[in-house]
């Protein structure tokens, strides 16, 4: 991977693209037709649309392309949440990777999540239907981590915590998850986190154990710089040189 990406600092600011209000509207109205069609006609639209296990006889392959779009039509306070960080985080990562790079990497990690859900989906515990964004958003906030580990986010709009310890914490939560098979969404969103990563990092820079050693390296000596300061001393008539803390 090159170096310089670790460099990027930002913000998190809403300052969403173009790309980014247009993704926001299209998700919004088709939630809102969602939500028409399901409670006021009565047509069970999430139920044909939403992602079944290849064993389930409800199995059909257009769900594959179809449920991200569809989410919880009892839940819109998830509606809002999956909004919500795609409004915080895809506008910075999307400026940062730009645009060209920002779309595959979002759907890739939301049908590449579809595929290993797919692969475990004949497991108890995870043999469940599945629809919505979080796989893809998951890998933006933790690709955003690794873009600026740095940033102070403020969890839950109170807590301060650095980017790093968010993304961290997320890929920790949902392997948690897949582990004790009490998310049955787990396996796509651990999936979607991986192949999100994957495409960001570059198959061949992420297989190279060297490269990933002398990033380590880096990083680790970018920790250390940042705990010290240079300080010019003001000379004084003696003409001594300055001096350095």
């Not at 990027?8 to 969602?34: A, D, Q």
């Not at 999307?94 to 990497?105: A, D, Q, V």
């Not at 475990?120 to 995870?126: T, V, Y």
């Not at 979080?134 to 690794?146: R, Y």
């Amino acid at each position: 991977m090159n170096q310089d990406i670790y460099k990027t600092r930002f913000r998190i600011t809403p300052n969403l693209t173009e790309t980014g209000k247009r993704l926001m509207v299209l998700f919004s109205l088709i939630y809102i037709l969602e939500l028409i069609v399901e409670h006021w006609f009565h047509f069970p639209v999430v139920e044909l649309l939403q992602l079944y296990p290849f064993e389930d006889e409800r199995f059909m392959a257009f769900q594959f392309f179809t449920h991200p779009f569809i989410q919880h039509p009892a839940s819109p306070f998830n509606f809002l949440l999956s909004l919500l960080l795609f409004y915080f985080f895809a506008g910075p990562v999307e400026r940062s990777i730009g645009t060209k790079r920002f779309l595959p990497f979002f759907f890739i990690a939301i049908y590449g999540g579809a595929l290993c859900g797919l692969c475990f989906s004949n497991i108890d515990g995870f043999n469940l239907p599945f629809l919505g964004l979080m796989p893809g958003l998951l890998a933006t906030l933790v690709v955003f981590g690794l873009l600026s580990p740095e940033s102070m986010i403020l969890l839950f709009f109170i807590l301060p915590v650095k980017a790093k310890f968010i993304s961290y914490g997320t890929i920790l939560i949902v392997f948690l998850g897949f582990l004790s098979k009490t998310s049955p969404g787990a396996t796509y969103q651990l999936g979607g986190i991986l192949l999100g990563y994957l495409y960001f990092n570059g198959f061949k820079n992420t297989l190279e154990s060297n490269r990933l050693y002398l990033n380590y390296i880096y990083r680790q000596q970018q920790r250390k710089k940042s705990r010290f300061k240079v300080i010019d001393g003001e000379k004084n008539d003696k003409g001594d040189k300055p001096t350095y803390h």
